[in-house]
């Protein structure tokens, strides 16, 4: 069965020549015209459209990275890699590195505290050409994390953090080096903006912002002015992210904030072909991939096939793959009883016999669009190491900082 593949609207070269085109030939053109135009560079190379699928753990491994790139282009992050775990060369940490024949760059993301041992992670990268691109997690705000002074709290601590940053763009030798980071701890912690200056005084190739405070999590509303004012501070290029849910919502931001790229992460979940839309949207195309349930069931089938591929074991493929079946099926009226059963299938066969039993010519159902995916929940105080705040300048590394495995 013929896999959808939702893209291929223009290739670099006419996007750009159109781009030039609308915008010289219409006196009536908008600053949503800026979304098509931008060139975004990661080192040597050209991230066309600049779209970046976000690191999620348990999501973004190399079989839903291929899925995804199959449907348009840009960069496609793995999931995070702890630093300790790397330089001890834990098993599972070592297994998760993994890209495609085909999949350049190799975009891999490293979260670490100590940066001694951030430094030699990078170096270990660079010598045994683990990945092209090194991006820095600043941003993650789980309680496991930040209550060891990682992901979204490290940034309060500036000179730590300015020490880890250029620990990473020396180690990694002109490897090109970004950071992902959130608006702060809370309203009244925030630290984008030195966060920013330092990262860009370091030598990162750019910043992303997730416009949520870790608070926050992934409640609310994500602020994209908070985007466009690191954007107006900086001269690197900054990539927004939060609350892109369609390939509308890129260019709205990148309109409204000014923003050289957007990082998707909850949009894509269920809806690989989300990067079909984003190439037409960037390409200048009104054209949407609305795809039937047919469609969605050959997706469904191809992406379990991909894990099983990559796991090397179909019963595990196939469990891996239990928590997409909400995601894709969001919206469509299919029933509880069938979901279940998708859910705790344990092969191929099985996922492929009840799959067979959805009808194909059911309609995308429209009324789903735009609407959350994934993680919402609700905000919550953050858990910091004792006197976390006390003190911007103490960059004392907190005892047990560096988390001994990766993944979720």
């Known amino acids: 069965m013929r896999v959808p593949a939702f893209s291929r609207y ?13 915008i010289a030939a219409s006196a009536f053109a908008t600053p949503a015209w800026h979304a098509f135009c931008v060139t975004l560079k990661l080192g040597p190379y050209v991230v066309d459209p600049p779209v970046v699928l976000a690191p999620m753990a348990g999501i973004t491994n190399v079989a839903y990275r291929q899925l995804c790139r199959e449907q348009g282009a840009g960069l496609y992050v793995c999931e995070m890699i702890t630093t ?48 092209d691109h090194i991006d820095m997690n600043f941003g993650c705000s789980v309680p496991k994390v930040t209550r060891r002074g990682g992901g979204s709290a490290l940034p309060w601590k500036r000179r730590l953090f300015r020490d880890i940053v250029t ?25 984008m903006l030195d966060a920013g200056r330092i990262a860009q005084d370091a030598g990162v190739a750019w910043v992303a912002l997730h416009a949520r405070t870790a608070a926050q999590r992934y409640s609310g509303t994500a602020s994209w002015d908070a985007i466009a004012h690191l954007k107006s501070t900086l001269d690197i290029p900054v990539l927004g992210n939060g609350d892109i849910w369609e390939a509308e919502d890129a260019l709205r931001m990148m309109a409204s904030t000014g923003c050289d790229g957007v ?10 072909w989300l990067f079909a839309d984003l190439a037409a949207a960037f390409a200048g195309s009104s054209a949407r991939a609305l795809p039937t349930l047919g469609e969605v069931a050959t997706l469904m089938h191809r992406h379990a096939t991909l894990l099983v591929e990559w ?52 309609p995308f159902p429209r009324e789903i669009l735009g609407q959350p995916r994934g993680r919402t ?26 988390l001994d495995d990766s993944g979720g």
């Open 311 to 362: 796991w090397g074991k179909e019963k595990e493929g196939v469990t891996d793959f239990r928590k997409h079946v909400a995601w894709y099926l969001k919206g469509f009226p299919v029933g509880g009883e069938l979901r279940a059963a998708m859910a705790t299938s344990s092969s191929l066969a099985e996922l492929g016999a009840l799959l067979a039993q959805l009808d194909p010519s059911v």
């Open 263 to 272: 990082v998707i992460g909850r949009g894509c979940l269920g809806r690989p």
């Open 10 to 22: 223009f290739s670099s070269t006419s996007e750009h020549r159109f781009c030039a085109l609308l």
């Open 167 to 191: 620990s990473a763009v020396q180690g990694a030798q002109g490897l090109p080096v970004t950071v992902k980071m959130r608006i702060g701890i809370d309203e009244d912690h925030q630290t």
């Open 84 to 131: 300790r775990a790397l330089v001890e060369r834990n098993p599972k940490t070592m297994s998760m590195i993994q890209f495609g024949a085909d999949e350049k760059p190799r975009s891999l993301q490293l979260y670490g505290v100590d940066p001694a041992t951030i430094r030699k992670a990078v170096e270990m990268v660079v010598e045994q050409d683990l990945a």
């Open 377 to 402: 929940g609700t905000p919550a105080k953050v858990v910091l190491p004792q006197n976390w705040l006390d003190d911007r300048d103490d960059d004392t590394i907190p005892e047990g900082a560096e």
